[in-house]
């Protein structure tokens, strides 16, 4: 599966015959475009590991796989949409939205917390279909359109309730959304879930491939009859979904959620994106990639926290990070051998 | 069985694009199983029809009758559903994906267990392209394959389609001989089997070599459909321009320069050319030929500082010469057009000003960095006088021109700078006949000005008719040398080849006598 986004690539893979196929798969994974950005992911989390026993522990894994599932499970679908070359800035304010309504709902109405929680996913599912047909319908690029909705949802989020909204009684939700199995917190396997669902929806089925089509050349995708707007569309109600899905997660975690809930995000799930490899102008995208990356940013989080580095200071590291990784893909994509010559 | 119901038959079609007409009123019918060609200037509406009939414009008016039945086309699927299959003008392909997703795209794709079988897929795009003769790695990027590769691809697409009608709009805009032959083997192939083919070009010796019949529009009108048999080019060309142009290559013989111009000695390219030598007069045109990746262009980038040399010298005027830019070479007096207008020639968003004076800005530009205004109008001004660009006004976007005139633009910035040696890579690619014949006068008024020329074309009987001297190049070597009485089409393509038998046949020891 290391041939993430060339998926015809694949098959080359599983062709090769059991004799000398370690080899070949050995050079197979080397040249995947993930593989720069998995080096430097264990790398990092070698050298933290060797400096601060505590941190390669199963303990602390399953704990920053349950720090990264938040961003990860949106970062997912922004990849999609970015795929697409499409962007959205409102997802950190969605998630706000979206959570608030769940939990006011409940609170104030009595409603049963899951029926909110199944009427905050339609919310997103409309907010979703507004930041798309804005964007594709009024020919705005979606950077403004969604620049705009990231302040107008934020704005009803306060008006809805300036203060945070908690103590609300349904223990199968929080099992269910910030439980265990075993040792494993459920976000975790709700992340691989997604990521897995979300890599095989990249790279072998047709809403993949018209994403990618899409966001690689539009105009030859119009005239390939692929309806590209539509496709669009559906990655903006994807994103918002998943920021939807995403808020539900981070409020079984805390219990409460408050109006600024998810104020930033948008930025995070970006950087996680773009790490991971997928190109910011669209047509290539790797949900693998997505993952690494986001995987990244929670080590280098997690690991300064353990060294105990500065709060201020880690905000400057992870800057770095994002730099270095988008360094490392253009330097690999560039080098013969490299993804982009496969 | 009802071969006399024509398969495809346009009634009364319109189509307005703002301010522009780009169809009016037209009607004819194309004959089932014959290669049709369809022909005009730039601009004169044949993409916009085509495009009609592919279900990505609509009509304003008028219908199409595809089979003797009425149809509107709405999508592109349901225009591929009839039965049509395009290859569409500008080379539609998605850099990012390989050339076998870009051959299957908006089609029906084998699955297994739901998900697409990219495995199966890319062994009937092997099998697709071995069945054509193409040698493309379909798990290839895109992005990685050359234009000519790309529109392979897209020729090989439409292709697969099996339709009835095959619609093609200068396919062969980036294809060289070689692949141009093989394509009209298989299009004549297809012809024998019964499809019909509608085929565009502005070339017109390939129009007369694969055509059954020739139609042609004019500024949105139909014109008239002429047989071949009986055709003259003449006759061809006066339909296309409603004009006669009685000379397609007027070539006027300059006065050359006694001393170089230009030295090249030795030059090489890391893995593009090695040990390219030759001199350039004042008052030549210099041809260098060659097939696609032989080195052609790549001489001329690296002769504008574009392409990095490895080793070997360059003189300017008698004066040794290292371009480290494209701002060194313009300083020393060169001036150079790309080869791809769209991508390296054009400033998509900006005015036919502001495309066509960036180079004069600097030369006009005052302290401070000011630029007047009022007197890069002027120039400009005089600029679409002396070139004959038909635009609106120099104020008018650059996309509102058609190709030729566009063409001149690009021409017209390099040679603001008042060069001494000018670099045309393919200058008249996707240009008519009118447009073209303009580009060859303004070379003759280079040349006639003692200028030195150096012009790369795709099409050879442009090459072989506005070149002085032409030096072939094969597989990034020289492979000699002609006199302009020693030019001639067919040894010319067997040095271009390869199929002449020389080895590495120096020019440099003739030349520096
Ligand atoms: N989408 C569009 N918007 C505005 N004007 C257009 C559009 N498409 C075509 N036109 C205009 O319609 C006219 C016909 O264009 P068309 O592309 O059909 O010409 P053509 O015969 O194919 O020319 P060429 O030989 O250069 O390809 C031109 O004046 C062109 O500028
Ligand atoms: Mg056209």
């Known amino acids: 599966m290391s041939v993430a986004n060339h998926p015809p690539g694949q098959s080359a893979m599983e062709e090769s015959p059991q004799s000398h196929g370690a080899m070949k798969m050995l050079r197979n994974i080397v040249t995947t475009r993930e593989f720069g950005i998995l080096a430097f992911l264990l790398i990092c989390s070698l050298l933290i590991g060797l400096l601060r026993p505590t941190f390669l522990t199963t303990d602390n894994i399953l704990n920053m796989g349950r720090q990264m599932a938040v961003t990860c499970i949106m970062a997912v679908a922004m990849t999609f949409l970015i795929t697409a070359q499409e962007l959205d800035l409102s997802v950190g304010s969605i998630l706000g939205f979206c959570s608030m309504g769940m939990a006011l709902l409940t609170k104030m109405f009595g409603v049963d917390l899951w029926i909110s929680f199944a009427l905050s996913i339609l919310a997103a599912v409309l907010l979703g279909v507004l930041n798309g047909v804005i964007t594709t319908r009024g020919r705005i690029p979606a950077f403004i359109t969604t620049l705009g909705t990231l302040y107008i949802i934020r704005g009803f989020t306060l008006l809805m309730s300036p203060w945070p909204v908690s103590q609300i009684d349904a223990p199968l939700f929080y099992d269910v959304f910030a439980g265990y199995v075993g040792p494993i917190p459920t976000q975790v396997l709700w992340m691989l879930g997604i990521v897995i669902v979300g890599h095989i929806a990249m790279t072998r089925t047709r809403f993949g491939y018209y994403v990618r089509a899409t966001g690689s050349n539009k105009s030859a995708a119009i005239l390939s009859g692929i309806p590209v707007n539509r496709i669009k569309v559906l990655c903006f109600v994807l994103t918002a979904v998943a920021a939807a899905f995403a808020g539900g997660i981070q409020f079984a975690h805390l219990g409460s959620v408050n109006p600024t809930a998810g104020a930033g995000a948008e930025l995070t799930v970006i950087a996680a994106v773009v790490i991971g490899g997928t190109a910011l102008f669209g047509g290539d995208g790797t949900i693998i990639g997505t993952f690494l990356g986001a995987a990244l940013l929670t080590v280098i989080r997690n690991g300064l926290v353990q060294l105990g580095g500065e709060g201020r200071l880690q905000e400057a590291f992870l800057g770095a990070i994002i730099i270095i990784a988008v360094l490392i893909h253009t330097y690999l994509r560039r080098t013969p051998g490299g993804a982009a010559d496969k | ?513």
Not at chain 2, 359 to 375: D, K, N, S, T
């Open chain 2, 1 to 513: 069985m009802e071969s006399a119901v024509p398969i495809l038959e346009f009634e009364g079609i319109s189509k307005r694009f703002g301010g522009v007409q780009a169809l009016e009123d037209v009607s004819f019918a194309i004959p089932r199983g014959e290669i049709h060609a369809l022909v005009g200037e730039n601009g004169a509406g044949k993409s916009t029809l085509i495009r009609i009939c592919g279900g990505v414009y609509r009509p304003d008016a008028g219908s199409i009758r595809f089979k003797g039945k009425e149809h509107v086309f709405r999508t592109v699927h349901e225009s591929r559903n009839a039965g049509i299959s395009i290859v569409h003008q500008e080379i539609p392909i998605c850099p990012d994906l390989t050339a076998a997703e870009n051959i299957f795209l908006g089609r029906a794709l084998p699955k297994q267990g739901g998900l697409i079988d990219w495995r199966e897929v890319n062994r009937r795009t092997t099998a697709l392209f071995a069945q054509l003769g193409v040698r493309i790695d379909p798990r290839a990027q895109a992005a990685s394959l050359t234009i000519a590769q790309q529109q392979l691809v897209v020729i090989a697409q439409a292709l697969s389609l099996e339709s009835d009608l095959l619609i093609m709009d200068e396919p062969t805009s980036a294809l060289n001989q070689e692949e141009t032959s093989n394509l009209f083997a298989i299009l004549r192939q297809l012809r024998d089997r019964g499809i019909t083919i509608v085929y565009v070009s502005h070339r017109l010796e390939e129009v007369f070599e694969i055509a059954d019949s020739i139609s042609s529009l004019r500024d949105g009108h139909y014109i008239g459909t002429v047989p071949k048999a009986g055709a003259t080019p003449d006759q061809i060309v006066r339909m296309m321009v409603g004009r006669e142009v009685t000379n397609l290559f007027p070539k006027v013989v300059s006065d050359f320069t006694p001393a170089p111009l230009l030295r090249v000695r030795n030059l090489a390219a890391q893995g593009l050319f090695s040990d390219v030598s030759f001199d350039l007069f004042g008052g030549e045109v210099l041809g260098l030929v060659g097939l696609q990746g032989s080195g052609t262009s790549d001489v001329l980038r690296s002769l504008f500082g574009k392409t990095p040399v490895s080793s070997g010298e360059i003189e300017v005027n008698g004066k040794p010469a290292h371009f480290r830019s494209s701002l060194d070479a313009i300083a020393s007096g060169i001036a150079y057009v790309p080869a791809n207008r769209q991508a390296e020639g054009l400033f998509s968003t900006l005015s036919v000003r502001d495309n066509g004076a960036l180079l004069l800005v600097r030369r006009l530009a005052r302290a401070l960095g000011l630029v007047p205004l009022h007197e890069l109008d002027r120039q400009m001004r005089a600029a679409v006088q002396r070139f004959s660009i038909r635009t609106s006004s120099i104020s008018a976007s650059i996309g509102s021109l058609s190709g030729g005139n566009q063409q001149k633009v690009v021409i017209a910035r390099s040679l603001s700078t008042g060069p001494l040696i000018v670099l045309l890579d393919d200058p008249t690619r996707g240009i008519d006949v009118g447009a073209k014949a303009e580009i060859h006068h303004i070379l003759n008024e280079l040349t006639a000005a003692g200028c030195g020329v150096i012009l790369v074309s795709s099409e050879l009987p442009e090459v072989l008719a506005m070149s002085d001297r032409v030096i072939t190049m094969y597989r990034g070597r020289v492979r000699g040398e002609l006199g302009r009485e020693q030019i001639d089409h067919e040894v010319v393509m067997r040095m271009a080849t390869g199929a002449d038998g020389a080895v590495g046949a120096s020019p440099a020891p003739a030349l520096s006598a």
